[in-house]
């Protein structure tokens, strides 16, 4: 039996990697139907047997609002992108792509009703280093997570409902993996 331990600060990277790789496969899934949207549209002459998704137009306005979010994070992860390096940089690349495929997906759901937006970032002090600037993302997405469930508790249509229920599982897994990579107590989670 081998009772040596592990130098955790060995470690931490390839620990870091894997949680993250974990992100990159929940993140497609709410990418899909933003491809799915923009490979139907592209192609107006093709004759389809998909149903066009079922909206309820009291859900714009709430999905436009979800769009700002996003857009807001977006353009947070761009400054946070622009103050780490090397696996830390990989890292928020990812969950950052994530966000622009939120951003296309509910644009795309929403098609000409769809607000367009720039996004304005949010507060991000990015001294300190990768622990830092994880930390407060965590708590950004904590905030777009419960924004994403107090607009899918309104929202009337299944479609909009479905594709805002798959954004805040991932959401939810980018706020768990920046809170375990900075190194935040487990009960934050």
Do not use: C, W
């Not at 992100?23 to 491809?35: E, K």
């Amino acid at each position: 039996m081998d009772t040596h331990a592990p130098d955790t600060a060995a470690a931490e990277p390839r620990s870091r990697r894997a949680l993250f790789a974990s992100l990159i496969a929940a993140g497609t899934a709410a990418a899909v139907p933003a491809l799915a949207g923009r490979a139907s549209a592209a192609d107006d002459a093709a004759t389809t047997t998909t149903a066009p998704p079922h909206r309820a137009s009291a859900d714009t306005a709430i999905v436009n609002s979800l769009i700002a979010r996003e857009a807001s994070m977006v353009s947070t992860y761009v400054a946070a992108v622009a103050a780490v390096s090397g696996d830390d940089k990989a890292a928020l690349l990812t969950i950052h792509g994530h966000h622009v495929a939120y951003v296309e997906s509910l644009s795309a759901f929403l098609g000409t009703e769809a607000a367009t937006t720039s996004g304005t970032p949010l507060a991000l002090t990015t001294t300190g280093g990768y622990s830092a600037i994880a930390a407060q993302l965590a708590a950004h997405e904590k905030a777009t997570e419960q924004a994403h469930i107090d607009g899918l508790s309104r929202i009337q249509g299944l479609d909009a409902a479905g594709l805002v229920a798959s954004i805040i599982t991932v959401v939810a897994r980018h706020r768990a993996a920046l809170l375990v990579s900075s190194g935040a107590d487990a009960s934050a989670l």
